[in-house]
């Protein structure tokens, strides 16, 4: 079992840059990808990017592919999505999420564990 917790959101003008945090608790956080995902008031919750276990694999949502980049630290227990070149529409909760397995997954009902999540608010 692993504990999210996602930090590193706030307020940002378009054009802007935020580097959000995920922490896991537990002693096999490398055995999980972890995602990201977002959600948008009045909208369904939607795949950012996920991370292979080691961290060699990456995919990304066609939204923000050239934008954001996701990575993470095993021996710290930390997964990190970098977001460059802010647009309004990145506005969202965003969520970190765990699954144990070795495919990088992209739905959110294939994610086990999830964060309370930490908003971003982008400003035009």
């Known amino acids: 079992q692993v504990q999210l917790i996602e930090s590193g959101g706030g307020v940002v003008q378009a054009g802007g840059s935020l580097r959000l945090s995920c922490a896991a608790s537990g002693r096999t956080f490398s055995s999980y990808v972890v995602g990201w995902f977002r959600q948008a008031p009045g909208k369904e919750r939607e795949f950012v990017a996920a991370v292979s276990r080691k961290g060699g694999s990456t995919t990304y949502a066609d939204a923000v592919k050239g934008r954001f980049t996701i990575s993470r630290d095993n021996a710290d227990s930390t997964v990190f999505l970098q977001m460059n070149s802010l647009k309004p529409e990145d506005t969202a909760v965003y969520y970190c999420?765990?699954?144990?397995?070795?495919?990088?997954?992209?739905?959110?009902?294939?994610?086990?564990?999830w964060g309370l999540g930490t908003q971003v608010t982008v400003s035009s």
């Open positions: 999420a765990a699954d144990n397995t070795v495919f990088l997954r992209t739905t959110p009902s294939e994610f086990d564990y």
